[in-house]
């Protein structure tokens, strides 16, 4: 009986240890202790994002914000929680090879930004947002699209 017990052991472990292994594997290869720091240039790390980093260092908020300013909520465990649930969806995507030609945002993260520009601009739009009287979300990308990332 103590071998069944054994064998079944080995038979989660194995395959623990190969998922681990590519893991800590791939996180290596990806640089992605880089995206543990507020580095810009982390973002480039994949080349589908050289782009938005061009577009960022030609815009106005170069000098006022970096990447987790506008795409990661405030506060540690939101910030790094945003940070782990992108990277792992953008591993995902470029390992299965199904994401787009050009980047587009998920509602989550447009939800993050618009969240980050009212933090920082919450004066000067309070009486915009006053006139809606609630009726429909701050979209704040459909008027300045490339704020952030000029073109």
């Not at 009486?127 to 008027?143: F, L």
């Amino acid at each position: 009986m103590k071998e069944k017990g054994s064998v079944a052991l080995l038979a989660a472990a194995v395959p623990a240890g190969v998922v681990l292994g590519l893991a800590l594997f791939t996180f290596g290869y990806a640089r992605g202790h880089s995206y543990m720091t507020d580095d810009p240039e982390a973002c480039v790390n994949c080349h589908v994002m050289k782009g938005q980093y061009e577009g960022w260092l030609r815009s106005s908020h170069r000098s006022a914000a970096v990447c987790n300013d506008c795409h990661t909520p405030p506060g540690f465990i939101p910030r790094y929680f945003t940070k782990a649930l992108n990277g792992f969806n953008h591993s995902l995507a470029f390992t299965t090879g199904r994401f787009p030609d050009e980047i587009r945002i998920t509602g989550r993260n447009k939800r993050v930004a618009d969240e980050s520009c009212l933090k920082c601009h919450g004066d000067i739009t309070s009486s915009m947002r006053m006139a809606r009287h609630g009726r429909e979300e701050v979209d704040c990308v459909a008027c300045h699209r490339n704020v952030g990332h000029a073109h």
